[in-house]
C-alpha cells in the first residue's frame, strides 16, 4: 500500500529529508525535513508525524514541528540516534543542529548547538553507528569525521578524505564505516581511532557508489552499487578480507539510494527516476517491486521502519511515502510462545493417553487378562479363606 504521507497534499513537494523514530513498545514515528518551495513564503522546518502501521499511514497534521532560520538555509540531510531521543540536521548554510525529543507523549522538539559541526557547510551523509556510540558526518566538500557521542570528541578529522562525500555506513558491531566518493572510489575507515583500513578494489570505468553493510550478524557482507557505462549491478565483499566475492544485477538502472532493513533480511534500492525495489539478501532476488511510486523523480530517502516490513521514501516532487511491502510476513514473538505453548500442552495430552493405554508397572492390568486368570488358579487368593496348602491325610 503506497500513502502520500507527511502532513497532506499541500505540503507536497517540500521534503526534503525523513528518517523513523522508534519509541518503546515498538510504536514508530516519523520526522521530516521540509524546504522552503521556489516563490513561497514557507518556511524549511522539521516536523515529527505519528505512523498507523494499520493504515500505512502518517498522521495528517505533525505532532510537533521547529521552524527552521531562514540565515541556516534548507535541511539537507538526516539522523536519529537508535534511542530515539536525538536528531541531528544538515543545513545548507549553517551547518549541522541537533534536536532533542522526549519520550514523553507530549514531548517538543529542543534545538541544541553542535559547536564541532557549526558552519562546516552542508553535510550530505549523517550517520549513527548501530550501537549508538559514535557520530559520522560527510560533506559536499568531501571532508569526513567521526566522533563519540554524547561526547562529541573527534575520533576522524579528516577534510580530504574524498572528492565529495557521496554515501556512508557503519558496520554492525560499529566497528567499521564505510564511504563512498562521487569520483567512484570507496575506503574502509576504523572507527575506533580513524585509522584509513583500505580502498576497496575496482576495476577501470567503474564506480562504487552506494554501501551498506550487512546486518543480520552471521554474514560479514558489504554491499555496494557500482556502475560501468549503463550497467549497474550489487557487488558483495567479504568484510574479513575485503575482497569482492561476487555481483548481481537487479534493480538494472541508475540507484539514487539503499537501505538495509534492521535485521538484515531485505535490501531496498531506490531508483533515480522513482522506482523501488526490496531483495530477499538470502537469495538475492526481488522480492518487491514498487514501480513509478515517485513518478520521475530521484528517490532522496529510502528507510526501512523498524519494527515493520514498510519502507518510507520522500522526493522533491511527491513528498513522503510510506510503502507496505508485499513479503512474507514475520512470526511475532507472542505468535512464537503460543505455538510453543501449543506444542507442550499436544505432548502433554498425547502421553496421558498413552499411559492410559499401555501395560504400565504402576498400572498393572488385572482383567480380561488371560495370564491372570492363571496365576490366581495356581495360586489362589490371598484374601481367601480357603488355604490351597491344605493338611495331607496321613
Known sequence: MEVGGGGGGSDKGSVSCGSWIRRPENVNLVV?????????????????????PKTTSLSSSPLDKYVVEEVEGDLVSIAVHPSGEDIVCSTTNGGC????YGRESNAKLSARKLTPLEGVGPQKCIAFSVDGSKLATGGVDGHLRIFAWPSLRVILDEPKAH???????????????????????????????????????????????????????????????????????IAVWDISTWNRIGHKGLLKKPASIMSISKDGKYLALGSKDGDICAVDIKKMVICHWSRRLHLGTCIETLEFCPSERVVLTTSSEWGAVATKLNVPVDWKEWQIYMMLLGLFLASALAFYIFMQNSDSFWQFPERNQPGATKYKTFFGDSQSSEDPFFPVDM
Open 163 to 233: 572528492k565529495s562525500v557521496h554515501d556512508m555506513d557503519f558496520s554492525l558491531d560499529s566497528e567499521y564505516l564505510v564511504s563512498t566518493s562521487t569520483d567512484g572510489s570507496a575506503r574502509i575507515w576504523k572507527t575506533e581511532d580513524g585509522y584509513p583500513l583500505t580502498t576497496l578494489t575496482r576495476k577501470t570505468g567503474e564506480d562504487i557508489q552506494l554501501c551498506r553493510f550487512s546486518k543480520d550478524g552471521t554474514k560479514p557482507f558489504l554491499f555496494c552499487t557500482v556502475q560501468k557505462g549503463d550497467k549497474v549491478v
Open 32 to 52: 521530516l525535513g521540509r524546504s522552503r518551495k521556489r516563490g513561497d513564503a514557507s518556511p524549511s522546518m522539521l516536523e515529527i508525524f505519528s505512523f498507523d
Open 97 to 100: 543542529k541537533l534536536f532533542e
